[in-house]
């Protein structure tokens, strides 16, 4: 499934292809993804200029003056900003068709989506999708910081993994690079939530931040489906130090890579250092 790096690495590639331009149109290829297509997706969206391009956990919104896209690529989804003649495959599920500019001519958005998990629904203006309701805040903003995690794994006996994979406590963390964060802080990730000491937590949201910020440089992890907008891969699979490793030497000390099930996620770790 495409991470929060792979979302926003998307979102840089479209939006400066959509912003300011006004949708012509909406072809839907099927009426649903994971979820059925809303009516407002072809009577409300076309005529309307896209204002920003935003990236909410690892949503995409396409703001306009009266309401808003809201997209998910789900486990295998590719947007990409073609020409309108661009040869339909067969998972090419929904095109969204863009006015010419001064320096470019029409173009669509198009949603592929082989494994239909993805999904387009609507928000309208001034009001807040449910699906978007109960996030904590972004990985990369001031608003997450150790302190945060402290505060709120006091008490928990969940494995500090899985509690930091938690869109209640903050957004986009997932399996991939909650392996990596963990590996670069140092901590285990069985070890309970709560028994993890505030300056610990300070080290662990500081390596979150710096990881998610160096994969979005790079491009994301391309390990399976995901593709930037340009069509070229991302590079940061390139640079991963536990995940996927299982069996190999730990790129820090040598020890082999050890692998776990957690919340039914592949789990990487380093015993040697990671306590």
């Not at 690495?9 to 331009?21: E, M, S, Y």
Request: aromatic share 6%; proline share 7%; net charge positive.
């Amino acid at each position: 499934m495409p991470e929060l790096p792979e979302v926003e690495t998307t979102r840089r590639g479209i939006a400066p292809h959509l912003i300011g331009r006004r949708v012509t149109g909406v072809t839907l290829r099927r009426p649903d993804l994971r979820w059925p297509i809303p009516p407002e997706i072809t009577t409300q969206l076309p005529g309307q200029r896209i204002d920003a391009v935003e990236r909410r956990a690892k949503y995409l919104l396409l703001h306009t003056e009266i309401g808003s896209a809201l997209l998910h690529l789900g486990m295998t989804g590719v947007l990409r900003v073609l020409p309108p003649d661009a040869l339909v495959g067969k998972h090419d599920h929904v095109d969204i068709a863009l006015e010419p500019t001064a320096t470019e001519g029409p173009r669509v958005l198009r949603f592929t989506d082989a494994r239909r998990f993805g999904c387009l629904l609507w928000q309208p203006a001034g009001e807040t999708h449910e699906l978007l309701e109960a996030l904590g805040p972004e990985p990369l903003t001031d608003d997450f910081d150790g302190d945060l995690l402290w505060r709120l794994s006091r008490g928990r006996t969940a494995a500090v993994k899985l509690f930091l994979m938690d869109n209640a406590i903050v957004v986009g963390v997932g399996n991939i690079y909650a392996s990596e964060a963990l590996f670069a802080a140092g901590i285990d990730p069985r070890k309970p939530a709560g028994s993890i000491s505030r300056a610990r937590y300070a080290r662990l949201a500081a390596e979150v931040k710096r990881i998610l910020a160096w994969a979005i440089e790079r491009g994301g992890t391309t390990l399976r489906d995901f593709i930037n907008p340009d069509g070229a891969p991302g590079y940061f699979f390139r640079e991963l130090q536990v995940y996927g490793r299982e069996g190999e030497a730990c790129r820090a000390c040598g020890t082999p890579v050890r692998q776990v099930v957690l919340g039914q996620r592949s789990t990487f770790w380093c015993a040697r250092c990671q306590k």
